[in-house]
Nanobody, 125 residues
Framework: QVQLVESGGGLVQAGGSLRLSCAAS????????MGWFRQAPGKEREFVAAISWHGASTSYADSVKGRFTISRDNAKNTVYLQMNSLKPEDTAVYYCARDRQPYGLALTAPDFGSWGQGTQVTVAS
């Protein structure tokens, strides 16, 4: 069972930046598509970004396109989410997740089978 541990959350002023990291256990990290999701209080969990197992293909929610960048370092078993030009509406708990299948094309929450515990991001206006 893979373990995913997020870090890098915190409090930032609007317009600021944060970089989230998600470290994965195990030796098969490089075989799996990874994603970031977020959940604000009283709202459903929503897709933020995803990256293919090889890192060449990325997908983003329209709300974060041009501001957030997902990347991965397979040698370090880590996926990152660089968040720039943060807005108060970006405030949420951010979760990283791993595709259920190796070499998969997961994009929606049910397609991801392993989840981290989440890290809080708060953007003050």
């Amino acid at each position: 069972q893979v373990q995913l541990v997020e870090s890098g959350g915190g409090l930032v002023q609007a317009g600021g930046s944060l970089r989230l990291s998600c470290a994965a256990s195990g030796r098969t990290f490089a075989n799996y598509r990874m994603g970031w999701f977020r959940q604000a209080p009283g709202k459903e969990r929503e897709f933020v970004a995803a990256i293919s197992w090889h890192g060449a293909s990325t997908s983003y929610a329209d709300s974060v396109k041009g501001r957030f960048t997902i990347s991965r370092d397979n040698a370090k078993n880590t996926v990152y989410l660089q968040m720039n030009s943060l807005k108060p509406e970006d405030t949420a708990v951010y979760y990283c997740a791993r595709d259920r299948q190796p070499y998969g094309l997961a994009l929606t929450a049910p397609d991801f089978g392993s989840w981290g515990q989440g890290t809080q991001v708060t953007v003050a206006s």
